[in-house]
């Protein structure tokens, strides 16, 4: 969990080093223990309203295709100077449109210890075709509970937050 001031810090940054060109927009950072996520929203490509679907997908693929190969060296650079300044990975994405894409976001490993109900669980969905491993599954269902849980997760991230201010103002606060 990052704290509001590194998050304040990291945003900060990212406006004096991002060219002005390449988001519509503030970029959307998402920080972790691990890794920085940078999203920032493209224009989406100008089409008339009666394109299909198919094709307004291939028009913002298209688009995002585009961006990466011509941001790639810059964006290479800009995540070096930031992984030194804060020992986190930095991955990039984009949205155009209706479609997000993450360009090689970090996959960490998580140690976790299953008893056996909770294993059978995982090989249940192995078995079944929904995961290839009990890794994938594992990852099946955080993403499962996340998606049913995102108030209470938010709720739970925003008293953390408190925490760590209440922390940081404490009696053995370095300045």
Not at 74 to 80: C, L
Not at 101 to 120: G, N
């Amino acid at each position: 969990m990052s704290t509001e001031t590194e998050t304040e810090k990291v945003r900060g940054w990212l406006t004096g080093r991002l060219p002005a060109d390449w988001f519509d927009g503030e970029p959307e950072l998402t920080i972790d223990r691990d890794e920085i996520l940078i999203v920032g929203r493209l224009k989406a490509p100008e089409q008339g309203d009666d394109v299909s679907a198919a094709e307004r997908s291939a028009a913002e693929g298209g688009r995002i295709k585009q961006y990466r190969e011509d941001t790639r060296e810059r964006r290479i650079e800009i995540a070096r100077e930031l992984e030194h300044a804060t020992r986190r990975k930095v991955a990039w994405g984009v949205d155009c449109g209706e479609t997000r894409k993450v360009f090689t976001s970090l996959s960490a490993p998580v140690m976790t210890r299953l008893r056996q109900p909770e294993r059978q669980v995982l090989d249940t969905l192995v078995d079944a075709g929904v995961a290839r491993s009990r890794s994938d599954a594992l990852g099946w269902c955080v993403k499962l509970v996340s998606q049913h849980a995102d108030t209470w997760l938010a709720d739970l991230r925003e008293a953390l937050t408190k925490v760590e201010d209440v922390r940081s103002s404490g009696p053995d606060k370095t300045e």
